[in-house]
């Protein structure tokens, strides 16, 4: 099994920054894609940035020139720059899985709070 856990989520003023973290334990061999979804109240989960194997990232449209991902073998990062209000949600670390090596398909973190506000 591969466990996630998330952190350095809070509070931030509008503009600012913060850099979310997501440690990668358990079977790691079995981890492809990392990446970060987020979640406000009332709408889906999107996928925020993604990251594959060989390093390249790919970002939603509304982060783009503001966030970037980055990872090792074993976490997974997101600087986040220039935050808005819109950005505020419940940031989830997401891993893809091998079934070669897993039983499950993927692994998902307990989410971190993000909020932007005045």
């Known amino acids: 099994q591969v466990q996630l856990v998330e952190s350095g989520g809070g509070l931030v003023q509008p503009g600012g920054s913060l850099r979310l973290s997501c440690a990668a334990s358990g079977n790691i061999r079995s981890i492809v894609d990392m990446g970060w979804y987020r979640q406000a109240p009332g709408k889906e989960r999107e996928l925020v940035a993604e990251i594959s194997p060989g390093g390249s990232a790919h970002y939603a449209d509304s982060v783009k020139g503001r966030f970037t991902i980055a990872r090792d073998s074993a976490a997974v990062y997101l600087q986040m720059n220039s935050l808005k209000p819109e950005d505020t949600a419940v940031y989830y670390c997401?891993?893809?899985?091998?079934?070669?090596?897993?039983?499950?398909?993927?692994?998902w973190g307990q989410g971190t709070q993000v909020t932007v506000s005045s």
């Open positions: 997401y891993a893809d899985l091998d079934l070669r090596y897993s039983e499950n398909e993927d692994s």
